[in-house]
């Protein structure tokens, strides 16, 4: 019930360890002050909320006399005030925390009743100086309050299918998803901070948590390409569960999962399927300054992939690369400061030079058979993030690569084609006599 120089407010929900969002309020200057209705509405039998004054009667005239006694701070000068902040259901019918202005109390003494003269407040002006805290990667909040049902970490568990045609020139060709799938979640965590409206912090933590990507692709088709061939097609493309805070927290991740294929100088008959996961460790984390980038660091995020199958039907020579790209987007508005945060996943790729062989002898050690084709394959990864404000849609305050990666696999030769020594027999034509 005692006015303060600094408030805080946690959210949360019912089943979360630790809080969601933390916000400390500051109110250091000599004329403010501010007080949290949710300390002391157990102690209250009415509340009437109008639209310029807070009317509360007291359980007793212990707590009443307490009350008047610290209130009656704002009663001592004209530019004196406080901020009451109501909690849900306290005053009216608002469903969230709603800040009130108190700028002078009358007091009834038989009723045990004070009514303030208050007007609401919107967060964005009456928060000039905050501390906000969301998410939770190293954060370490005691529970209190939780009153929201939203998370902070960021679903990453998707399946998809696709099939995609190639055609250009004399390739008729496709691309097909046979499986396509992310697993786990990002855990997030954003500060920001600002004193007398002047923004003093503004930072961002990832870190991933059984994160992993499963890309098994066929191409397949007929025909030849002469020059290079890079496309991109969208399998996913969804807003996932965000977090919202009325009037002071707004963060809606948004995803979006492409397959790509590159061709290069590909001859191309029937199929080759080739495929490959990979992971994220759950010790990577990226912290970024968005206000000075030169503090931002990450490690641990370079990626474990590991090769599927590769199975090839038919004959085909040249270069294909297929891969998975995860893209997360995220933007946090957070009383009335903003950014867009990018974070890209070219995981896994898998890229393979293919050659047709045709021979007299084996084409592939030990097969006995006379043609095949050759593999050499790289599996790999690209993961970058970038981090824009919220209202400049194109130049980045900064681009971090966190991880690449390219590594070769052992050749594999897939036999194709007659055996070795095997000739074609022509019979002779059968001969027919026509009646006379």
Known sequence: MKLKSSETFQWG?????????????????????ILSMEKFDGMLTAVECKNDTIAMTFENDATFAYAQQVWDWVNGADNRSFVMVAGPGDCGNHTNRQPYVVSSIQYDEAA?????????????????????????????????????????????????TGSFGLGIGKLDARITCLNCSTTGQFDM???????????????????????????QMKLSGSGDLTDSLTKTFDILSIPISGLKIPGILDLGPFLTVSIGAQLSAITLSAGVTSGATGSLSDDAIVEMNLL?????????WEPTVDIL??????????????????????????LGKGFRIGLDLKVPNINAKLTGIISSGEACKGS???????????IGAQLNIKAFKNDDESDPLFTLQLATLD????????PLGPQVGARSVTRPPIPFIVAS
Request: with cysteine; aromatic share 6%; net charge negative.
């Open 112 to 160: 045990n009743k004070a009514t303030l003269a208050a007007t609401e407040g919107e967060w964005t002006a009456i928060a000039h100086s905050y501390n906000l805290v969301v998410g939770s990667v190293a954060q370490n909040t005691t529970k209190q309050k939780r009153d929201i049902e939203d998370t902070s970490s960021i679903d990453f568990n998707h399946d998809m």
């Open 13 to 33: 929900a019912p089943d979360a360890p630790n809080s969601i969002a933390t916000l400390t309020v500051d109110m250091p200057g000599d004329e403010e002050n």
């Open 189 to 215: 965590e954003f500060k920001i901070s600002q004193k007398f409206f002047v923004p003093t912090g503004a930072s961002m933590k990832f870190s991933p948590k059984g994160v992993t990507a499963i890309a």
């Open 407 to 414: 590594k070769p696999i052992a050749e594999k030769c897939f």
């Open 309 to 334: 199958d590769v199975t090839v039907d038919g004959s085909i020579s040249g270069g294909v690369a297929v891969f998975l790209q995860p893209s997360v987007e995220l933007k946090a508005e957070a």
């Open 292 to 300: 000075n980038p030169e503090e931002n660091k990450f490690s641990g």
């Open 368 to 378: 006995n058979q006379t043609a095949g084709v050759k593999i050499g394959t790289n």
